[in-house]
């Protein structure tokens, strides 16, 4: 009964590939978001989709794209992966108006070779 | 723009240790604030909440207050153990349609037995 769930664990690519990383949430919420976590555990929003509408968009490269095919998924997919692109992606959901508590997914760790 | 400072890290306390991990944040507008807590290899998880002016959330024997006048929310436990030896983040959301989470760069806390 996993709340906020994330495929895979681990990924592990080469330059210039292209990678998807999935994320699923079970507790009925409205609002998905994704989060990138660097070397030193600084943890900064990339994306968040509320009702599958992108609500969120930072200065995030344009290599990176989220999909929402509907409220539960949030997607993320990278191209043309760079080694500056190695970091812990969470993804994380919430209710609007629940004083924004977010659930988090366990991570999705990416290494670039 | 808004945003969170921690003390910071490694913090070494030995068991039983009072701890205290000071947190700052600036924000235009009253900001929910929570703590969360990273344990290794794992997602985050909300620790303690608070919405308004001297709320005080706790949980697992953690406390914080939020204190307007001194824009702070500092993380309190009077006896700490082994197993609380984790990566702490102070985090606020601006109530803000978005609902993004502005974290802290973490403060890492290791107790020995």
């Known amino acids: 009964d996993t709340a906020v769930s994330q495929t895979p664990k681990y990924l592990v690519t080469q330059m210039g590939n292209d990678k998807s990383i999935k994320c699923e949430q079970n507790?009925?919420?409205?609002?998905m978001y994704w989060y990138k976590q660097d070397s030193k555990k600084f943890l900064k929003i990339m994306f968040s989709?509320?009702?599958?509408?992108?609500?969120i968009n930072e200065t995030v490269p344009n290599r990176f794209s989220p999909k929402s095919p509907d409220k539960a998924h949030l997607n993320l997919h990278i191209n043309s992966l760079e080694l500056g692109d190695s970091a812990v992606y969470f993804c994380?959901?919430?209710?609007?108006?629940?004083?924004?508590?977010?659930?988090f997914g366990p991570g999705t760790r990416l290494t670039v070779l | 723009g808004d945003s969170v400072t921690q003390m910071e890290g490694p913090v070494t306390l030995s068991e039983e240790a009072f701890l205290t991990i000071n947190c700052t944040y600036t924000?235009?507008?009253?900001?929910?604030l929570f703590w969360y807590v990273q344990y290794p290899g794992e997602g985050l998880q909300l620790l303690l909440k608070?919405?308004?002016?001297?709320d005080k959330g706790s949980n697992k024997g953690f406390e914080a207050t939020y204190r307007k006048e001194t824009t702070s929310f500092h993380l309190e436990k009077g006896s700490v153990q082994v197993s609380d030896s984790a990566v702490y983040f102070c985090?606020?959301?601006?109530?803000?349609?978005?609902?993004?989470?502005?974290f802290g760069q973490g403060t890492t806390l290791q107790v020995k037995p």
């Open positions: 608070a919405t308004k002016a001297d």
């Open positions: 994380a959901s919430s209710q609007r108006g629940a004083d924004n508590e977010q659930f």
């Open positions: 507790l009925g919420h409205d609002t």
């Open positions: 989709y509320n009702n599958k509408e992108l609500i």
């Open positions: 985090a606020l959301s601006d109530r803000s349609n978005t609902g993004k989470l502005i």
């Open positions: 924000a235009t507008g009253y900001p929910s």
